[in-house]
DNA sequence: CGACCGATCGTCT
DNA sequence: GACGATCGGTCGA
């Protein structure tokens, strides 16, 4: 199954390129533990002009890999917990970056499993960004890898989901962006039980 | 159901 | 020194 290729991230519309990713299939091979899962939930974080976006303040150290050229990962801390995955696009110092909220387990189940301390498949396996993170084995530690690279990366098995089955929303716990919380930001598969989030 | 709370720490003020 | 692009549990109606 054939890598996206670099171009796909160096798009400029990344509302556009976080609706795309859906029914793409992330991939992730650290240490001999191949992991996938087809993502059915993104949302897209628009730069400098998007109070909910992390670049919306500024070039910092933190936020540096969000200001390069698109195609690569940005992975953050939240809560001090939890491995938040992200995909920088656009090119550079068009900080935008779309983050990865649910997957479809594929392939290395008993990995994320194993990873996430959970007994058995069920929904929250990979629901939601924390759990994405931590099934897939994330850390900030990996943040700035390139796509094409063979420890992270998304594959396309042409799979597209159909139109009737996309939903879109605002974006999940981003109250503090003012009216920018409000924007249709969100996308995600209707009906997949991986789908984190109350707004349907 | 919904509301609330604690965990836990890097980042920026 | 305050605060998260969260999660899972508990508590009360």
Redesign the pocket.
Known sequence: MPKLPISFYRHHDVVQIARQLLGKILVTNFDHQFTSGRIVET?A?AGVIDK????Y?GR????EV?FGEGGRT?V???????Q?F?IVTNAKDHPH?I?I?ATDPIEGIDTMLKR?GKIQLDA?LT??????GKAFGFH?SQCGISLTSNEIYIEDDGYVPPEAAVGISP????D?AGEDAALPYRFYIKGNKFV?G?IK
Do not use: D, F, W
């Open positions: 949302e974080y909910a976006s992390h670049a303040k910092t150290p933190r936020t969000i940005y953050y801390l939240c809560y001090g917990i939890h938040m992200n970056a983050l909220r996430t929250s629901r939601g960004p924390g759990n994405v900030t974006r999940v716990g981003v503090y984190s109350k």
